[in-house]
């Protein structure tokens, strides 16, 4: 679960540099790196809803 937590971390700091350098400077690549981010993150997100339910069982 800590790694779990580790990749989600990175996920969104990727995520918002990512969407600051679109919103910021207006660079196009940066929101579409920043929404394939946003679909990683979302999956990493309920894996970890998972693995919350899963360990909170026990």
């Known amino acids: 679960m800590k790694e779990l937590v580790e990749k ?7 995520f918002s540099t990512d969407a600051n350098a679109q919103v910021e ?7 579409t790196r920043a ?6 993150l979302e999956k990493l997100l309920k894996e970890f809803r998972k693995a919350s339910i899963e360990a909170s069982k026990k």
């Open 8 to 14: 989600i971390n990175a996920s969104i700091a990727e």
């Open 35 to 40: 929404r394939k981010a946003s679909l990683e």
């Open 25 to 31: 400077n207006g660079n196009k690549a940066a929101g």
